[in-house]
């Protein structure tokens, strides 16, 4: 069964077809008009998304070398909610005009189990850390729609924090990409910086970013590779701190991270050479959002019988699992 998948929702418009063997073609288009205001601003996405999204969606197609595919499965939320729903109105005018099921995908669930498009995969249960710009939570998986969450954050995504870092230390947006880079040169121990710690084991990111500002404005600490290199430290030690209590609670070793956050280098290299995990990372480009990972769920539930009716609505909170 080859399904298309389709996300919009946030400033990635993205398609992919995925079948029997695999992802068979993944287009990404970036937005780049956020960019100027440091942030991603809803009603600017919903537009370029219907500027692209018929695009997009027929790369897609012509890439995988099919004029229609067996289901269409696009990103039904979390997100933003007019974004979400020009992907969600297109995908289901395609499988009605078509006359091929439907499937409304949660776009967390799509970054959860993007491993298992990889080869090899982790098996069920494993423990999922979700690090994007909007979430960072912690999931027991148990099998496909079975999801206990174990931690979240209380406050700013880590992704969020990473833009907000970016924006005090006056680098660009998306603030990841930009930091990851300049904390290639610089030494991880040289600005001391707080590991937040909250009583229900849950993360919280802001006090990090205040610390960095506080570094920047009060401190004298240059904006430059040592704070960058310190703040990203700081992020990828509390992150793993309560994964490894995880899994020694759960006795589950096998790890998942997704998520645009997992594509820092960082949070990578030290996860990937913890003795204590067995661990499974997308490729980077699989990370960020994209629309395999969506045509990846949505092909795992048509294939356990789910199809969604025309009356699926976007649901901007969403959490997995929950029907
Ligand atoms: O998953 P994603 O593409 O979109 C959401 O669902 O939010 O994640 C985007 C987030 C942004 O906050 C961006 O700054 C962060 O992922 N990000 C990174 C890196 N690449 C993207 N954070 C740290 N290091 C990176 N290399
Ligand atoms: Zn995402």
Redesign the pocket.
């Known amino acids: 069964m080859n399904v298309l998948g389709i996300e919009t929702?946030?400033d990635?418009t993205a398609a992919s077809v995925v079948g029997p063997s695999g992802v068979r073609s993944d287009v990404v288009y970036t937005q780049t008009i956020h960019q100027e205001y440091l942030g991603v601003v809803p009603e600017l996405a919903s537009r370029a998304h219907a500027d692209k999204i018929v695009a997009v969606a027929r790369a897609a197609l012509d890439q995988a070398g099919i004029d229609r595919p067996d289901a269409v499965a696009a990103t039904a939320g979390p997100?933003l909610i007019g974004a979400v729903l020009v992907g969600l109105s297109f995908a289901k005018s395609l499988a009605m005009g078509w006359d091929v099921p439907f499937v409304g995908v949660n776009?967390l669930e799509g970054?959860l189990l993007s491993p298992l498009l990889e080869d090899p995969a982790p098996t069920f249960p494993f423990l999922g850390l979700v690090v994007?710009?909007?979430?960072t939570t912690l999931y027991l998986a148990r099998d496909i729609g079975d999801y206990e969450t174990l931690a979240m954050t209380v406050d700013d995504?880590?992704?969020?924090a990473?833009?907000k870092v970016?924006r005090v230390m006056g680098l660009g947006y998306?603030?990841?990409?930009v930091?990851?880079r300049l904390a290639k040169d610089g030494d991880p121990t040289a600005v001391p910086l707080p590991r937040p710690k909250t009583k229900t084991g849950d993360w919280s990111f802001s006090g990090l970013k205040t610390a960095v500002r506080h570094a920047v404005k009060n401190q004298g600490h240059a904006p430059g590779p040592d704070l960058a290199a310190s703040f990203q430290q700081a992020v990828v030690d509390v992150l793993m701190r309560r994964v490894l209590q995880a899994s020694r609670e759960t006795g589950v070793r096998t790890f998942a991270l997704s998520?645009?956050?997992a594509?820092?280098?960082q949070?990578r290299a030290d996860f990937s050479a913890h003795p204590d995990l067995d661990v499974y990372l997308p490729p980077?480009s699989r990370?960020?959002?994209n629309g395999a990972m969506i045509a990846n769920v949505g092909r795992l539930r048509l294939l356990r019988g789910q199809r969604d009716g025309m009356d699926t609505s976007a649901r901007p909170s969403w959490q997995p699992g929950a029907r």
């Open positions: 929702s946030c990635e997100g776009h970054h994007s710009g909007g979430h995504a880590a992704g969020e990473y833009d970016a998306p603030g990841g990409p930091v990851d998520g645009g956050v594509a820092n280098s949070l980077r990370c960020t959002d």
